[in-house]
């Protein structure tokens, strides 16, 4: 996944890009993540003057915790990818682009473009941020543990919106 910059850029490389790349170590740690599949890397990279395009789409299988009651939940998301990459010494000669679009493309100061962590950041990016079982998911009783989805437990909280709990206690007094 590494492109010589200036070699693809002055030559007008083309190159297809198609791996399997093992992101288990970027969720490292994170509990609400239970397994990732390998990423599946499809890009087009197409160097021009000045500039490398790259476009094409990640795939993966993700296994996360529904984020109400913690059962496993199996997603597939696939990721749209599109950027271009200049030299910082590059001059992009296009009538295609605006200024403005010319400073949104990337600058990568080596002369070696490794598109691994451009690849990482955008699943980091597109991971589903509050991933359900099922849009009626119960969740977990807040006092007991017991997942609701299951059966109910006999905790008088267990009705309980959390958002009127705190309502609840001022009435206690
Ligand atoms: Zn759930
Ligand atoms: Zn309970």
Excluded: W
Aim: with cysteine; charged share 30%.
């Amino acid at each position: 996944m590494q492109f010589h910059m200036q070699e693809t850029m002055s030559k007008g490389l083309k190159a297809e890009v198609n791996e399997q790349l093992d992101v288990s170590a970027l969720f490292k740690g994170r509990q609400d993540v239970y397994r990732t599949g390998p990423l599946h890397v499809s890009l087009q990279v197409a160097g021009h003057e000045g500039f490398i395009e790259v476009d094409g789409k990640l795939a993966v299988d993700l296994e996360l915790a529904c984020s109400r009651c913690l059962e496993p939940v199996h997603d597939h998301i696939v990721i749209p990818f599109s950027e271009k990459f200049k030299a910082a010494t590059s001059v992009v000669e296009s009538d295609e682009f605006t200024e403005e679009e010319i400073s949104d493309f990337i600058e990568v100061k080596a002369d070696r473009l490794d598109m691994k962590p451009y690849v990482e950041e955008a699943l980091q990016l597109f991971m589903p941020f509050a991933p359900l079982c099922s849009d009626d998911c119960n969740g977990l009783c807040p006092n007991c543990g017991q997942n609701l989805n299951e059966h109910s437990c006999s905790c008088d909280t267990a009705k309980v919106d959390v958002r009127f709990a705190a309502l609840k206690d001022l009435f206690k007094e």
